[in-house]
C-alpha cells in the first residue's frame, strides 16, 4: 500500500544493502516497473510453471509480458463517449461526514455530484477516506450527517433501493467484501438476482436449476476459471475472484456503478481485461450520449 516514490524508496535501500554485500534478495513482484529497476535476473511464473528467465538488462518488457500471458491480445479500451451538458444527476452526496476507521477522525464529504455516463474519480494516498467513502456509498458505515441521493430520491443503500435504482458495487478486496468465501461459485454469483423470480417480484424458492445455468453463462462470457460451478468462490485466484464480481455486478441494467479499487493487485492483463469491462458497460448503457461534459 505504499506511494509509487515510498516503494522505489524502499526497494532503493534495499538493492543498495545487496550491492554491498550484506543481503542476497528474491522478490515476488508482477510489477514491471519493480523488476526493470531493482532486480538483476527474472524467471517468470506461468500456470505454476516456468515460462522463461533470463538477465534483466537482455529483456525488454514486451519480452516479459510474452512470458507472462504469451501471445494474448489485450483488451482494449473503446473509446470514450462524452456526456452531455444535461446529463442528469444521477448521486448526490452532500455534507457526508462518518467516522473513519480509527473512529477517531471523521471524514467530511461536502458536495459530490455525478451525472449520467460520466466516469468520476477520487485519488489520494491509501487511508484518506476513500475507503470510508466507498463503505458509505455502500451502506456498510452509517453516516452520522448529510445525504445521498439517487435519481433524486434519498438513498440509503437498502437491498430494495439497489435494485429499484440499478446501483451495483464493486469493492476493494471483493472476496472479503463482495462474496460468500465458503459459498460456491453459483451461489456468490446469484447475490442480486437469488430472491426475485423471471417475472418479477419476490421468489419464495430457490430455483437452483436457472442459478447453475446462469453461472455457466457469467463463466463464459466473463471467462472465470473455476474447476467447477460448485468450488468455493475462495479457491479461485484474486484475477477470477475479480471476474466473478465483476460479472455479477455488472450483467443487467445497472444506473449507478460504484467501485474502488477494481484492479488492485492484479496483472496488467486482467487490468486491462476488467478495464474494458468497466467501460464496455458504459458505453452501452449511455451509447446515445451527446457532446459536452468530459469525465473527471
Known amino acids: 500500500m505504499l506511494t509509487p516514490a515510498e516503494a522505489d524508496e524502499m526497494l532503493g535501500l534495499v538493492r543498495g544493502m545487496t550491492e554491498r554485500g550484506e543481503l542476497t534478495v528474491l522478490m515476488i513482484s508482477h510489477k514491471f516497473h519493480e523488476v526493470t529497476k531493482f532486480t538483476d535476473a527474472v524467471t517468470v511464473l506461468r500456470r505454476g510453471k516456468v515460462a522463461g528467465s533470463g538477465l534483466v538488462k537482455d529483456l525488454t518488457t514486451r519480452d516479459m509480458a510474452a512470458m507472462m500471458i504469451g501471445d494474448v491480445k489485450l483488451a482494449e479500451l473503446d473509446t470514450r463517449l462524452p456526456v452531455p451538458s444535461d446529463a442528469r444527476p444521477i448521486l448526490v452526496v452532500s455534507d457526508i461526514k462518518a467516522p473513519d476507521r480509527t473512529g477517531l477522525k471523521m471524514i467530511d464529504i461536502g458536495n459530490l455530484t455525478v451525472h449520467a455516463g460520466e ?11 476513500q475507503k470510508e467513502l466507498a463503505e458509505v456509498l455502500a451502506g456498510q458505515r452509517p453516516p452520522d450527517a448529510g445525504s445521498i441521493t439517487v435519481k433524486g430520491a434519498l438513498y440509503g443503500a437498502t437491498r430494495q433501493e439497489t435494485r429499484i435504482n440499478n446501483v451495483r458495487f464493486i469493492p476493494e478486496e471483493p472476496l472479503n467484501n463482495a462474496c460468500a468465501p465458503k459459498m460456491t461459485v453459483t451461489e456468490n454469483l446469484a447475490f442480486r438476482t437469488f430472491d426475485v423470480k423471471k417475472q418479477g417480484g419476490d421468489a419464495l424458492w430457490l430455483d437452483m436449476k436457472s442459478m447453475r445455468r446462469r453461472a455457466a453463462s457469467l463463466i463464459s462470457d466473463f471467462k472465470v476459471k473455476t474447476a467447477s460451478h460448485s468450488s468455493p468462490i475462495s479457491s479461485l485466484s484474486g484475477g477470477n475472484v475479480q471476474r466473478a464480481v465483476l460479472a455479477r455486478e ?23 481485461e476488467i478495464r474494458a469491462r468497466i467501460m464496455k458497460a458504459l458505453q ?13
Open 284 to 296: 452501452f448503457r449511455y451509447r446515445s450520449a451527446a457532446p459536452v461534459r468530459g469525465s473527471r
Open 250 to 272: 455488472l450483467t443487467g441494467d445497472v444506473d449507478l456503478l460504484i467501485v474502488s479499487n477494481p484492479c488492485f493487485g492484479l496483472d496488467f492483463s486482467a487490468v486491462a
Open 119 to 129: 466516469i468520476v474519480g477520487i485519488a489520494g494516498i491509501s487511508g484518506n477516506g
